[in-house]
T-cell receptor, first 112, second 114 residues
């Protein structure tokens, strides 16, 4: 089982739609969670950190469910420019492990 | 504020050669991370340096190595290149003392092994 799992998509949605991605992680010791966005052939860019109480940044809302070990990203009022791959990222504070574990990403295509 | 920079942008090598990739972190960041992203695949963690020391290593053979310099810039060396080493190599930096430790990525070096 992968440490961080995401539905690869693609999610094809019309402009203005609301879309949600989920991501599950297997290590219960994971402590920090992030969503990154990666455009085709570009570097990942931090979209938002995910806090325990959930957090919102404009049209983007992130939630963390520690009991079920998943995080979610909700995008409201989708724009064409939101088309990208969204990477779920988990950090475990165990010094013997990798610094960050990336999911393989969920591809979003917003259509006019 | 300048972001993470990497050089070269593109690198073409042949099998068996050595490649050296360079990274300069964001000013004030002490940690540098290296990742490999093969075409169509997710990011795979390679190495983590902080304060000049290797702190952690991913599941890669020893021919992948690197170092961090006193100014916190870093080098990734790949010896005895193989065709499957062709990938985008990404460097990220973070401020280790930050409680959340977000990482910020450079534009990457695209390595092609022929």
């Amino acid at each position: 089982r992968k440490e961080v799992e995401q539905d690869p998509g693609p999610f094809n949605v019309p402009e203005g739609a609301t879309v949600a991605f989920n991501c599950t992680y297997s290590n219960s010791a994971s402590q920090s969670f992030f969503w990154y966005r990666q455009d085709c052939r570009k570097e990942p860019k931090l979209l938002m950190s995910v806090y325990s109480s959930g957090n919102e940044d404009g049209r983007f809302t992130a939630q963390l469910n520690r009991a079920s070990q998943y995080i979610s990203l909700l995008i409201r009022d989708s724009k064409l420019s939101d088309s990208a791959t969204y990477l779920c990222v988990v950090r475990t504070m165990d010094t013997g492990r990798r610094a960050l574990t990336f999911g393989s990403g969920t591809r979003l295509q917003v259509q006019p | 504020e300048a972001g993470v920079t990497q050089s070269p942008t593109h690198l073409i090598k042949t099998r068996g050669q050595q490649a050296t990739l360079r990274c300069s972190p964001i000013s004030g960041h002490t940690s540098v991370y290296w990742y490999q992203q093969a075409l169509g695949l997710g990011l795979q963690f390679l190495l983590w340096y902080d304060e000049g020391e290797e702190r952690n290593r991913g599941n890669f053979p020893p021919r992948f190595s690197g170092r961090q310099f006193p100014n916190y810039s870093s080098e990734l060396n790949v010896n005895a290149l193989e065709l499957e080493d062709s990938a985008l190599y990404l460097c990220a930096s973070s401020f280790r003392k930050s409680s959340y430790n977000e990482q910020f990525f450079g534009p990457g070096t695209r390595l092609t092994v022929l």
